[in-house]
């Protein structure tokens, strides 16, 4: 009997730790321990024995018993441990849930980028009022009385504050430049800020032109300032826009609020300037003017071009995102169109 | 402007191998924007000049004939065409396989190809010059006239870019790249930029020595504003097409030969870049007179524009009246016609702006007056009169010169500019040599002298009439001439002087990042002009609102003083797209009060300040969640974006909002914005369909940003703390801030109930009307033991008991 409880056991071994599910599991626990298992078949046959060895055969089967059951349950821990918690037709390709679907507006967006990248080289940001005075929005920056801009049918001039002197007319902002006139005023240099913001144009709208567009101004003005240090403002700006080097050429231009005045072109970043219809086949795109601070503008903020000067670029957010994305209507920015904006995350 | 580089050529010898692309892009990087270089031959390649040999009938149509065609090379070809003037002997335009064309001269480029017309074979195309894009240059005088190029004698084959002489090169400059420089608008300025930049010779035009001086006279009035004038009179010219060269230069550059008096003033014109006028004589009465305008003058110009004159105009007058308006326009009266014998030539100078004023007063702005407003230098009167008067006796052998006159009432001054060479060392980032800048400066016509660190540079006419006026202009000609290609770009050294600290920036884009990123909403931008329509249901009244003199819109005249009425025109929009969405908008709002000035005291701006807008739309009729969702973002904004808290009021409602739903939103006793659900009649006014909007407006300027992050650290509860659900029965109006004050109001020392908060409330089935059944969920806990659950129920036993006696509450039965 002892042998066949040993030749049991090892059996019962083997087929627990062969067992692969819960099911198979309970057969081997009937088959063994069961009411018709061969433990138990064994059990009946002990009052066969001779009465001396009945009690050693007994304590054996029983420990045998409580063997197996040790046994199975601790398979079955194992079991249940190791199964999925899922059926095996679980799918996992259905996509996933948004968190918070909201976003930022793409020019919003380029914004951040810029603040960051300014930021990180010591550059403050500037904000300013919407509406402003003509004495500031083109006295101070040196154009001339009778430039075409500040006609009406350029400029938003406010319904009865659009005559008299220049001090006396308001207007939705042209440009930007003038606010930093006004910083330029109130704060002390060496500066060095930028001047994100909103402006406005009278003019006919299509899928290039808009009455309303973002402008982001970046100035430097200290004692010792070339107009080339410009080139390393410029790079900065392309480069964290476009993520790469982006070549850029500075090419005379006017404008009469700067002297040098600068048109600063980036090589296309659609042919890599190859040329293609893009670039008009020249290879080159217009992104920016710059130039350093015209010498009556310095003056306007009441500081001596003499000493100072240094060097601005206004760059069209606008014009920029288009490029970085191949967005080609600029009025969807003012579209307030969930379509196009949640492309933009 | 377009230039021809053949007549660029006329002045400045552009060396046989330099490459066009070349000097595109040195003109661009150091002049004007060269926007394109078009080869102009291209347009007629696979062009040839045929004669017909013979002319029959078409076998399957009345209108078509077969031509015999000899294209040169021996070859004769069948050409079918509809052209109603074909004759044997007749040179024509003939478009052989691959040429572009356009049929008729409308529509899309067509490439031709050999094909089959009602049965004949057909080489190629007789062409119409409007086919062919020559419309302006060779008028047809019918339809389906075919061109006649009879009168060039060349020999069949000829390319007809070589017979027509159209092998050049068109260089296309952006008119705005040189606003500022009057001196190069036309092909004598370019070419003497271009022989500045590579340092070749320039052909002067020699001067005009009249050989009469006659008692022909002009007065002028006002120096000021025409500083001078050149009349030439003429008799023995007539009028009859010009000389083929002259047309087809003028035809070049964009502009369509008239007749041959006309299109010499034209020439000259977009030669020297001086306007000039032909007027005719015998319509001149007495003298010439250039004076300002009287009040209510009348005049009629060529353009059969009738005008009524103010006195800040100038006009040409005779004895008679006004003749032309000065530097814009001739009268009708004067001018050339069929049967001209005798003419005027007027070669002037006038005052910029004021042409500028008069060209806008009357929106008849022209190539002559474009040129005028940008200051052009009156010594090129003398250049243009010049040229001129070579046409004029090339065209009319005959012709004799009556009359002279040079009125030069005041001759400007070249500008005169002292420059520190230090300080344009500095300037440049680069020590140039004395040498090096007198060479470039020269180039350009600059009179140098140079003593010790000082150079007193004299500037040429051309430039003297604004464009260089100060030192740094003369440093830009020295940087630019020297090629801003040269210049390496140069670091800039930061003075550190602490850290940037601007909380008020920090705030706003934690604001904005909280709403899109933690609140699920989208940033959107709208225009600062409100349509009348929201206007008039959102705000419903425009005390304080602003307006536009010139509005892009007749109903788009108000600008905002709320982000409101145009967050409701965003949310119709996307009505069409989406059943719920939440949008938001930062922006300037401004006000027509509090005028102040900030910068400069006699500047006087109105009060501005940055909102905040938001608006929830859903499309499940569900309010209490909707405004549980637009209050959760407002309540919880101060803590994700470290500002000061604010509170909410019911003090002032919204115009807008519906008469139960709104809250105002208070930092102290200032409401600084408010929140509620668009009224039902204000949303059918905005036109939105379907949806429920809940809109809120904050007043940015007023928040104010944490100086630091302020969390609170509280040590971790010792004991544990059960959270316990109980649901009551109140008064159907019992407000919970009500509630919740008499749970955790005037607690005791020890009090076990550490927090309650609400977890819903419910109203209808098994609940008895003017009651509502609110679960709060307290945490119960003591900081001394673990409470047995015997506590815990009697804690939360002494909350109903205290709810019932203080409001009324009853447990509900469950």
């Known amino acids: 009997m002892k042998e066949k409880i040993t030749g049991i056991l090892s059996d019962v071994k083997a087929k627990i730790s062969g067992a692969a599910s819960e099911s198979e599991l309970q057969n081997v626990k009937s088959a063994f321990i069961g009411k018709q298992g061969a433990l138990s078949l064994l059990m009946k046959e002990l009052p066969n024995l001779v009465p001396e060895l009945r009690p050693e055969m007994g304590t054996l089967l029983n420990q045998a018993k409580n063997q197996v059951k040790e046994l199975i349950d601790e398979k ?37 980028d810029l603040n960051d990248t300014f930021r990180s080289m010591g550059f403050e940001i500037f904000q300013e009022d919407d509406i402003t005075s003509e004495m500031y929005a083109f006295d101070k920056l040196n154009f001339p009385q009778n430039h075409p801009a500040r006609e009406s049918m350029d400029t938003y001039w406010l319904e009865g504050h659009d005559s008299g002197s220049t001090n006396e007319k308001l207007c939705l902002r042209p440009h930007l430049t003038g606010g930093s006139v006004r910083y330029m005023q109130t704060h002390k240099p060496p500066y060095r800020f930028v001047y994100p913001g909103r402006v406005y144009r009278n003019e006919t709208t299509d899928a290039h032109h808009e009455r309303a567009f973002f402008q982001y101004e970046a100035l ?126 | 402007m377009k230039l021809s580089l053949s007549w660029i050529g006329d002045y400045v010898s552009i060396p046989e191998n330099m490459d066009l692309k070349k000097l595109a892009y040195d003109l661009t990087m150091s002049t004007v924007e060269v926007e394109d270089v078009e080869y102009l031959a291209r347009r007629f390649d696979n062009m040839v000049v045929g004669v017909i040999e013979k002319v029959e009938a078409h076998p399957n149509a009345d209108k078509l004939r077969v031509c015999k065609v000899d294209i040169g090379g021996g070859e004769i070809k069948d050409i079918v065409c509809g052209g109603i003037n074909l004759r044997e002997g007749m040179r024509v335009a003939v478009s ?74 068109i260089l296309e400059i952006d008119n705005k790249s040189m606003t500022n420089r009057p001196d190069l608008w036309g092909h004598y300025g370019i070419a003497r930029e271009i022989a500045a930049l590579y340092d070749l010779p320039l052909a002067e035009i020699s001067p005009y020595e009249p050989e009469v001086q006659s008692d022909f006279k002009v007065e002028i009035t006002d120096p000021d504003r025409c500083t001078r004038y050149i009349g030439v009179e003429m008799s023995g010219v007539e009028v009859k097409p010009a000389p083929y060269q002259m047309q087809n230069r003028i035809w070049k550059v964009g502009m369509r030969p008239i007749n041959a008096l006309v299109d010499i003033t034209n020439y000259v014109m977009l030669a020297t870049g001086n306007p000039t006028h032909a007027f005719d ?119 004799k010169v009556t009359g002279f006159c040079d009125r030069y009432v005041k001759k400007p001054e070249r500008a005169e500019i002292d420059v520190n060479l230090t300080w344009l060392a500095k300037r440049l980032g680069k020590d140039l040599s004395n040498d090096v800048i007198r060479k470039k400066l020269e180039l350009l016509g600059f009179d140098v002298e140079i003593d010790n660190d ?107 003083s709320s982000l409101l009425p145009n967050l409701c025109e965003a949310v119709v929009k996307n009505e069409r797209y989406f059943t719920g969405f939440s949008i938001f908008e930062e922006a ?108 809120f407006e904050l007043d940015a300027t007023r928040l104010k940003p944490l100086k630091s992050r302020t969390n609170k650290f509280t040590h971790l509860a010792e004991y544990p703390e059960t959270d316990y659900d109980i649901s009551l029965l109140f008064q159907s109006d019992a407000r919970w801030t009500d509630i919740h004050d008499a749970v955790m109001g005037k607690k005791k020392a020890g009090s076990l109930v550490k927090d309650a908060v609400f977890v819903d409330e419910y109203r209808g089935k098994q609940i008895p009307a003017g009651k509502k059944s609110v679960t709060i969920r307290l945490t119960i806990g003591s900081d001394e033991k673990t409470l047995t659950s015997q506590e815990i129920e009697n804690a939360a036993n002494q909350v109903v008991k205290k709810l019932g006696k203080l409001m009324g509450a009853e447990l509900r039965m469950q």
């Open chain 2, 96 to 169: 052989c396989p691959g040429a572009v064309v356009r049929w008729h001269g409308e529509g899309e480029p067509v490439v031709i190809k050999n094909s089959k017309l009602r049965g004949v074979e057909s080489f190629g195309m007789i062409c119409a010059s409007d086919e062919i894009g020559l419309g302006d240059l060779f008028p047809a005088s019918q339809e389906a006239e075919i061109l006649d190029l009879s009168a060039f004698a060349v020999p069949a084959g000829t390319s007809l870019a070589e017979a027509l002489d159209m092998d050049d090169v």
């Open chain 2, 281 to 399: 004589a015998d319509h001149i009465t007495d003298h010439i007179v250039v004076r300002p305008a009287l009040r209510g003058e009348r005049l009629r110009l060529l353009n059969e524009k009738e005008l009524e004159l103010c006195e800040d105009d100038l006009v040409i007058t005779d004895s008679e009246g006004p003749v032309a308006l000065a530097g814009v326009m001739g009268g009708a009266k004067d001018s050339i016609l069929p049967h001209t014998e005798r003419v005027i030539l007027e070669v002037a100078n006038f005052e910029s702006t004021g042409i500028r004023r008069t060209a806008l007063r009357y929106d008849n702005r022209t190539e002559a007056s474009s040129r005028y407003e940008k200051a052009i230098d009156p010594e090129r009167c003398g250049q243009a009169v010049a040229l001129s008067m070579q046409y004029f006796h090339k065209i009319y052998p005959e012709l």
């Open chain 1, 220 to 345: 430097i003005v200290d004692k010792d300032i070339t107009f080339t240090s410009g080139k390393v403002m410029i790079k900065s700006i392309l480069s964290k826009v476009f993520g790469t080097d982006v070549a850029v050429r500075m090419r005379s231009g006017f404008f009469p609020f700067v002297e040098p005045g600068f048109e600063i072109d980036m090589e296309c970043q659609v042919c890599g300037g190859k040329g293609c219809s893009v670039c008009k086949h020249v290879g080159w795109i217009e992104v920016m003017p710059g130039g350093s601070p015209h010498p009556n503008v310095l003056r306007a903020a009441g500081l001596d071009p003499d000493e100072y000067t240094g060097f601005y670029v206004n760059i069209g957010l606008d014009r920029l995102v288009m490029m970085r994305y191949g967005v080609d209507d600029v009025r969807l920015f003012h579209s307030a169109d969930l379509r196009f904006l949640k492309q933009f995350r």
């Open chain 2, 454 to 560: 000082n150079m007193h540079v004299t500037a040429p006419s051309w430039r003297s009439t604004g464009d260089i006026s100060m030192k740094d202009d003369v440093m830009e000609e020295v940087a630019r001439m020297y090629g801003y290609d040269h210049f390496e770009a140069t670091e800039f050294t930061t003075a550190f002087t602490g850290a940037i600290n601007q909380k008020d920036q920090d705030l706003l884009r934690n604001i904005k990042e909280y709403l899109a990123f933690r609140c699920g909403m989208q940033e959107v931008y709208t225009y600062p002009w409100m349509s009348d329509v929201y206007v008039k249901a959102v705000l419903q009244n425009t005390e304080n609102v602003l307006k536009l003199a010139t509005p892009p819109a007749p109903d788009l005249s108000y600008i905002r």
């Open chain 2, 588 to 695: 300037q709002v401004f006000f027509d009060r509090n005028y102040s000035a900030l910068y400069d005291e006699t500047e006087s701006l109105p009060e501005q300040r940055k909102h905040i807008g938001g608006a929830f739309a859903s499309s499940e009729k569900n309010i209490t969640e909707l405004f549980r969702e637009t209050k959760g973002v407002l309540e919880y904004m101060p803590r994700f974006t470290h500002m000061e808290s604010f509170v909410f009021k019911k003090e002032t409602k919204p115009v807008w909002a519906d008469d139960v739903v709104w809250l105002n939103i208070c930092l102290g006793d200032e409401i600084i914005g408010e929140m509620g659900l668009l009224a039902k009649k204000v949303s059918m006014e905005c036109g939105i369909k379907n949806l429920s909007v809940m809109l």
């Open chain 1, 76 to 112: 079955r821990m194992e079991l249940k441990l190791k199964a999925s918690e899922v059926l095996p037709d679980f799918d996992c390709s259905v996509p996933g849930i948004m968190p918070a679907p909201g976003g930022l507006h793409p020019i919003t967006q380029m914004c951040y």
